[in-house]
């Protein structure tokens, strides 16, 4: 049964800090892993997508790694912003014997950038 | 390009009142999930739909909940009686799966549901 973790839970750094966000998977054998934001009472806005045989992507400030040997995925934020405050989760799809795609989510990391 | 609308936003309800949920997934995404999210936790699928047909429903508590896609667009969520456990969020998400290949989620706003 494939487990997500996510650590810290929440994590407080000053504003221009770069910083880096952990999620560990039990089942190396995943096809994708997603990060997300969730700002409070909001839904989820995807951020970065990265497919198994990548190692790692990109977005502006944003980039995420991926090592499935490990389970290990980080995302880094360079030049923290008191924008960037929100609830980061990272999921993978669950296939198992069903193949239902669903997606495995982490508790979440709640990050607050100080001005 | 519209992304997936969810409807109401939020809804208080008194328990053993029963409640619904509506989502409009992207179009021409024929994969939609309804996930719940708890406080202070990662959301959990409850329902997923290949176009009209249910594939995984096996976290529906179905004693009480119920869902439909009708034309394998449009879906409702339904409980009915609500209990004080079900306060959560309810979110929609929709993807595009095709020879099975899973790309990636897109989620609408949630329904905050409270019931009291």
């Known amino acids: 049964k494939q487990e997500v973790t996510q650590i810290p839970a929440a994590l407080s750094v000053p504003e221009g800090e770069n910083l880096v966000l952990n999620c560990s998977f039990t089942?190396?054998?995943?096809?994708?892993l997603q990060w997300f934001r969730q700002d409070p009472g909001k839904g989820l806005t995807s951020l970065l997508l990265?497919?198994?045989?990548?190692r790692e992507q990109t977005s502006g400030r944003l980039n995420a790694s991926l090592d499935k040997s490990s389970g290990r995925s980080t995302l880094y934020i360079a030049a923290s912003q008191p924008g960037d405050s929100a609830t980061y989760l990272c999921a993978v799809p669950s296939y198992g014997s069903s193949n239902t795609g669903k997606l495995i989510f982490g508790q979440g990391t709640t990050l607050q950038v100080k001005p | 390009e519209a992304g997936v609308v969810q409807s109401p936003r939020y809804k208080i309800i008194e328990k053993k009142q029963p409640v619904a949920f509506w989502c409009n997934p992207i179009s021409g995404h024929n994969t939609l999930y309804w996930y719940r999210q708890n406080l202070g936790q990662g959301p959990e699928l409850l329902i997923r739909?290949?176009?009209?047909?249910?594939?995984?429903d096996s976290q529906l508590p179905k004693d009480r909940f119920s869902a439909e896609r009708l034309k394998g667009v449009d879906s409702t969520l339904k409980i009915q009686p609500a209990e004080l456990g079900d306060s959560a969020v309810y979110l929609c998400?929709?993807?595009?799966?095709?020879?099975?290949?899973?790309?990636?989620?897109?989620f609408g706003p949630g329904t905050r549901l409270t019931v009291l």
């Open positions: 990265i497919q198994s045989s990548q």
């Open positions: 998400a929709s993807s595009l799966v095709s020879g099975g290949s899973y790309n990636e989620q897109f």
């Open positions: 089942d190396s054998a995943i096809y994708n």
């Open positions: 739909y290949e176009n009209e047909e249910a594939v995984d």
